[in-house]
């Protein structure tokens, strides 16, 4: 049994399937370069750790091999480094509950067979040193099936789990507001179909998360105060005119095991509660100062910050609703269990060692 309890975990996909997407909107930021094309020239090993006060970044390359702060700007200016391979950055999730453990995420170039054969050399060369418990692997919901992704699975996925095969395969179902619904059917019916194709490509029991990746990273910068662009200004107004969805709908399509998902099923209701808990608290206590400070001499700018605080309360009650409509907050309980998980065994496995 390894003596480490931090969680490794190999990020595969085709292009523009939405990986560094993903990884961005766990950190809450466009840390790691995207486009809507071939992007990420590198492998990102983005090291999350509750250790970590500040995000930092360097290179294997002898140029850039010390640590400076990492910006999207010094990130995309490694990923055009040509005598890099490796990318490591140094940072902390602050949305997952570490238990003390880390969580390193290996972000790697899109797989596609056109692409550069030296981004596939670089995911290929990393696999047998590294060492994984965990491959997440995104699925375009609007392009499966492709000879692409079925190459990705048989030549990488499959291939490792010869020799490896305690590692956890999640497939996350990424672009599922992207699925044209009269001619597939809704989430649940391409779940299902997911499911079947991948069974048939050789997997047993596949595990698979449905999730919309860009919008959770475009909603989780604004509540974090990034700069968005027009294009993601009008996506953020588009997503607040549609009907709300079910918080936990995306989840509960899910398909895992029945005692895992039940776990992350009651942690993400119950981190929901805690947040408008507290967000409501925060709100009463504000209110509760401006209605005291009313009926005294009161500054009119004390007035307008007091008003705008709640405006702003009221306004990340609403993203933290709409964050968890996207399936980012599942994907972190989902990590979260292995992160706890890994710390019981540790520490069962200690105890052992110090009773012989």
């Given at each position: ?45 983005v ?98 099936a ?44 391409h ?24 919008d ?7 509540k ?44 993400s ?15 009463c ?70 009773t012989?």
């Amino acid at each position: 049994m390894p003596r480490s309890n931090d969680l490794h975990v190999l990020n595969l996909a085709n292009v523009s399937a939405g990986k560094s997407t993903l990884i961005n909107a766990l950190l809450g930021s466009s840390m790691l370069p995207v486009a809507n094309e071939a992007t990420t020239a590198k492998v990102f090993c983005v090291h999350s750790s509750d250790e970590h006060e500040s995000s930092l970044c360097r290179t294997d390359s002898s140029l850039n091999s010390s640590w400076t702060e990492a910006t999207e700007y010094k990130l995309s200016e490694f990923n055009n480094d040509p005598t890099s391979g490796l990318v490591e950055v140094r940072t902390k999730i602050s949305s997952l509950q570490h238990y003390g453990s880390s969580i390193y995420l290996y972000d790697t170039p899109g797989q596609n067979m056109a692409v550069s054969n030296k981004h596939q050399n670089l995911t290929q060369n990393m696999l047998p040193k590294r060492f994984f418990t965990h491959i997440f692997c995104l699925i375009d919901a609007t392009n499966r099936a492709t000879d692409d992704e079925k190459h990705l699975l048989e030549s990488y996925v499959l291939r490792h789990l010869e020799n490896n095969k305690n590692v956890q395969v999640l497939f996350i179902l990424n672009k599922v507001d992207e699925i044209d619904e009269d001619r597939e059917g809704g989430i649940d019916e391409h779940i299902a179909k997911t499911y079947l194709y991948l069974k048939k490509t050789g997997f047993y029991s596949p595990s698979i998360m449905p999730i919309m990746a860009r919008d959770a990273s475009i909603l989780r910068r604004l509540k974090f105060n990034y700069r968005l662009t027009k294009s993601e200004k009008r996506h953020v107004e588009m997503m607040q005119k549609i009907e709300p969805q079910e918080i936990n709908k995306l989840l509960k399509s899910s398909i895992l095991t029945d005692d895992l998902k039940s776990e992350i099923l009651k942690k993400s209701n119950y981190t929901n509660r805690q947040s408008i808990k507290y967000l409501n608290y925060i709100s009463c206590c504000y209110s509760s100062l401006l209605c005291k400070q009313l009926g005294e001499t009161m500054q009119k700018k004390d007035a307008n910050f007091i008003d705008q605080y709640c405006i702003r309360i009221r306004f990340c009650k609403c993203l933290d609703t709409l964050i968890q409509e996207t399936g980012i907050c599942a994907l972190e309980r989902y990590l979260e269990h292995y992160l706890k998980e890994g710390t019981t065994l540790l520490n069962q496995f200690v105890a052992a060692e110090e009773t012989l």
